[in-house]
């Protein structure tokens, strides 16, 4: 088993900048990929990006690029999403995700085993 935990979510302003993070606990994480998924008010959740841990290649949706970065720090056992001019259309709810399977797929969110609680992120414009 694999324990989620998102923290850093908040309110920001149009063009700020915001980092969330994802506390991982329990069985090691090394094998795992690591993925952000958001929920905007009365929408589904679409993909953001993704880390492999083991390699660190890092993917991301076309409406992040260039605006938002992912990381992990090893030692914390924690993934970052470094979030960078902001728009008001990227207010949602926050998931941290992992997955493990050999043909997982780091858009399809039904891939991935494991789910943290979110975090609200909301940008003001």
């Known amino acids: 088993q694999v324990q989620l935990v998102e923290s850093g979510g908040g309110l920001v302003q149009a063009g700020g900048s915001l980092r969330v993070s994802c506390g991982a606990s329990?069985?090691?994480?090394?094998?795992?990929?690591m993925g952000w998924v958001r929920q905007a008010p009365g929408k589904e959740r679409t993909f953001v990006a993704a880390?492999?841990?083991?390699?660190?290649?890092?993917y991301y949706a076309d409406s992040v690029k260039g605006r938002f970065s992912i990381s992990t720090d090893n030692a914390k056992n924690t993934v970052y999403l470094q979030m960078n001019s902001l728009k008001s259309e990227d207010t949602a709810v926050y998931y941290c995700?992992?997955?493990?399977?050999?043909?997982?797929?780091?858009?399809?969110?039904?891939?991935?085993?494991?789910w943290g609680q979110g975090t609200q992120v909301t940008v003001s414009s």
């Open positions: 995700a992992a997955g493990s399977a050999a043909w997982l797929r780091v858009d399809r969110q039904n891939d991935y085993d494991y």
């Open positions: 329990g069985r090691s994480v090394s094998p795992y990929v």
């Open positions: 880390i492999r841990w083991n390699t660190g290649s890092t």
